[in-house]
């Protein structure tokens, strides 16, 4: 008979029991005698590590959290999803800055090892769970148009798209007035300047930033150009190559996974007048630096 007993940490005891030749022994790690465990005369112990899932810290509402989402869920990655929601503050918490000290989301814990950024976490799941090629190839080319994108995104789209979800859905909200019309005009133009520069540059006329199949380059993007559409902002009016591309992009992920992934932001403007305006004070004098 097999038994196996948790003994705490990361391990746990492994036993083969005779049941006719069994005796009992006070194991060094039982502190009482009502902890008493049945051991085989003649079999020997073994502690084996016990592999635990990956704790992902994300609130869906962020872009970065997204992708490593869909990356974990459509590799069948095994993970314990931790909800932490920015707009309530739990990135502030006590127990999430022994996570990330830099208090941002997504943050991951593997163990006893943390990792922020999601580029990073994404890359260190690409080499543990040895997730299919075409995600991050080994193709030096391939793999660079990937890593171009990567290193562009970061400041060529990342911020011009959450600037029109902030002016259109949170900024009404805290400040109780909108944003000027030309501060809401150079927002537009650069998110512009920066969808074009993904058709144009990165995308040209492939099915996918880095050839013929989905990448890291594609789930990263796509994730940030829907952040305006999630604030009503259509990105791909009159852009019939950029929204070919999404479609292709949603189905490789997978319509549904996709959907799922992207509900609670698209459903941000409705969710936003139900909070608060009191509880998300904190968030003023950075819109106020941003924006007035």
């Known amino acids: 008979m097999r038994l196996n007993v948790f003994v705490g940490g990361p391990y746990l005891v492994s036993l083969w029991v005779d049941l006719t030749n069994v005796w009992p022994l006070k194991s ?3 502190k009482s005698a009502s902890h008493r465990s049945l051991f085989p005369r003649s079999q020997v112990v073994e502690l084996q590590p ?3 899932p990956l ?7 962020s872009q970065p959290c997204r992708s490593v989402y ?3 869920k459509k590799n069948n990655i095994p993970f314990d ?3 932490t929601s920015l707009m309530l503050g739990d990135q502030h918490g006590e127990e999430f800055g022994k996570i990330n000290m830099m208090r941002k989301v997504p943050a991951m814990r593997d163990g006893e090892f943390c990792l922020s950024e999601s580029i990073a976490m994404m890359m260190y799941m690409v080499e543990k769970f040895k997730t299919p090629d075409h995600w ?6 391939k793999r660079a148009r990937v890593n171009e994108y990567l290193a562009w995104q ?3 789209i990342r ?3 959450s600037k029109m979800f902030w002016i259109t859905v949170m900024v009404p909200k805290i400040m109780g007035k909108e944003v000027p019309q030309d501060k809401r005009d150079d927002a537009v133009e650069d998110l512009n300047g920066s969808l074009k520069m993904i058709e144009e540059k990165f995308l040209q006329d492939k099915p996918f930033i880095a050839g013929d199949q989905i990448s890291l380059a594609d789930l990263v993007a796509i994730v940030e150009i829907f952040q305006p559409l999630a604030a009503g902002v259509d990105v791909f009016e009159g852009r019939p190559k950029l929204s070919a591309w999404k479609d292709r992009v949603r189905q490789k992920i997978g319509p549904e996974l996709f959907d799922e992934a992207h509900k609670g932001v698209m459903g941000a403007m409705e969710v936003v007048k139900t909070l608060d305006s009191s509880k998300l004070q904190g968030f003023k004098p950075r819109i106020q630096k941003m924006f007035f």
């Open 28 to 30: 060094c790690f039982l």
């Open 50 to 52: 016990v592999k635990m």
């Open 55 to 61: 704790e992902l810290y994300l609130d869906l509402f």
């Open 70 to 72: 869909i990356f974990a």
């Open 81 to 83: 999803f931790k909800q």
């Open 136 to 141: 991050y190839p080994a193709d030096l080319q």
């Open 154 to 156: 970061h400041g060529g």
């Open 159 to 161: 911020m011009h798209g």
